[in-house]
């Protein structure tokens, strides 16, 4: 496997794409208007950031791996990487694609920075929502850094009505039971990571797929679902836009009727003895004792058939437990036994995306964007947030994308002492729906 630090000694700034370079210092630019970096002339700057580097012993220097599959062009790519491909594709569920275009087909770079801001426009043009918008691109994002570019099959996504799949050469480099909850990013290209992390596109924290999943969670979808093709060398990421359905198993179905047969057979079983020329002690003790048994076999059947019905409810409440605190988020996964066998989460932390318009959403983007703000401008993004509605702290954590504990005790804390912001429940901190307001007094004095 081939390091994206690799120094390729013979290629030059000639074999750069300038306009990449431009469009690429521009987005620095605007995530880091005050960084030093940016007055650097172009070779240097490169090099700070890792698309140039530099041969101590020979005083040679080049473009490096990295720097080649962000800035150059699909035609160059390959000459160092000939397996090099990138293709996105739609359909409507028909074997025709109604969109496609690659890195081969000449209207454009074809070079991996490209590739990301033009699926990025189309997924944010399609999707209405911006969750949803927002974890498709953190998947592509995942798909690109993580790739085995010296791999074969390219690297390809596709839309289809019902679902996205992302399909990159390469295994995981961790345990594919993990993925969901790992913390630790084990990364494949390091200095591809840097390059895009400069611009606040991803972070190595490898927190990035638990964040789909449970965004996909709070939209009700299916959970994702990767894959590996260990003979092809491949990872496959499937995000069904289908919602979560229960279904009573094909072994529960057998049970079920079984047990219905011998119901019957039990009534069949009685109405016999009781015809019989027995003592009528007898009779009266075996009926007893099969009316006592048959009624809670009944009991049973009707208990199961309530199980079964309360699953197909349109507004998917089988978990009835009135004590939830949160069902104003929609909490369905609080059920200790939950339909879908996934290992509990804690709902406390999960968020009702219907509460969070675009408005909100964009109030916050700059948070999101720049994974490090000044505390002003955060403070500042709270204050607009509140003024526009009382939120929650996870409801705060997941706009800013922010942990819930850092944004309590570096800023909402802070600005509660200022005055700045006021606690729905004063008298209980701890109440479980606690909300911030914006405190109106405070612009009036």
């Known amino acids: 496997m081939l390091q994206d630090n690799l120094i390729l000694q013979h290629y030059g700034l000639n074999e750069l794409n300038f306009d990449t370079i431009k469009s690429y210092r521009d987005r620095f630019a605007q995530v880091k208007p005050a960084h030093p970096w940016n007055a650097l002339e172009t070779k240097e700057f490169l090099y700070k950031v890792g698309a140039w580097g530099k041969v101590r012993d020979t005083h040679k220097e080049g473009v490096t791996l990295a720097g080649l599959l962000l800035f150059s062009e699909e035609r160059i790519i ?239 409440c089988y978990n009835k437990e009135r004590n939830l605190y949160n069902n104003d988020v929609n909490s369905y996964n609080n059920n200790h036994n939950s339909y879908n066998n996934e290992q509990e989460e804690d709902s406390s932390n999960l968020v009702n995306v219907e509460n969070i318009d675009t408005k909100l959403w964009d109030i916050a983007a700059l948070a999101r964007e720049k994974k490090r703000l000044s505390p002003n401008q955060m403070e500042h993004i709270i204050l607009e947030l509140c003024k526009e509605k009382p939120l929650m702290l996870k409801e705060f954590a997941y706009l800013l994308e922010r942990t819930p504990d850092g944004v309590r005790n570096n800023y909402l804390t802070k600005l509660l002492r200022k005055g700045q912001l006021q606690l729905k429940y004063p008298n209980q901190p701890n109440h479980p729906k606690q909300a911030y307001l914006f405190n109106k007094k405070d612009i009036e004095k």
């Not at 397996?83 to 739609?90: C, G, P, V």
């Not at 496609?100 to 590739?115: C, E, H, K």
């Open 78 to 316: 390959t000459e160092v990487l000939p397996q090099y491909f990138l293709e996105y594709r739609e359909s409507k569920g028909n074997e025709e694609w109604t969109e496609r275009f690659t890195s081969q087909d000449g209207t454009w770079s074809g070079n991996i920075f490209d590739f990301y801001f033009h699926i990025h426009e189309i997924v944010r043009n399609s999707e209405p929502q911006p969750s949803i918008a927002s974890s498709l691109t953190e998947v592509l994002i995942n798909m690109l850094i993580h790739a085995d570019y010296n791999g074969e099959g390219g690297v390809i996504l596709e839309k289809q009505p019902s679902h996205y799949v992302f399909s990159n050469p390469g295994l995981l480099l961790v345990p594919i039971d993990s993925v969901f909850s790992n913390t630790v990013s084990q990364l494949r290209n390091p200095n591809i990571v840097k390059l895009f992390s400069l611009l606040g596109l991803c972070e190595r924290s490898g927190s990035g797929l638990k964040k789909v999943k449970q965004n996909w969670s709070l939209h009700h979808y299916k959970t994702p679902a990767i894959d590996q093709d260990v003979s092809m060398h491949r990872t496959v990421v499937t995000l069904s836009l289908s919602t979560q359905e229960r279904q009573v198993s094909f072994s529960e179905k057998d049970t079920y009727n079984t047990s219905i047969t011998d119901l019957g057979n039990n009534f069949k079983d009685v109405e016999k003895y009781q015809n019989a020329p027995e003592n009528d002690v007898e009779i009266d003790s075996y009926n007893k004792n099969r009316y006592s048994y048959n009624k809670d076999l009944i009991e049973e059947f009707k208990s199961y058939n309530n199980d079964v019905n309360s699953l197909n409810k349109e507004d998917n």
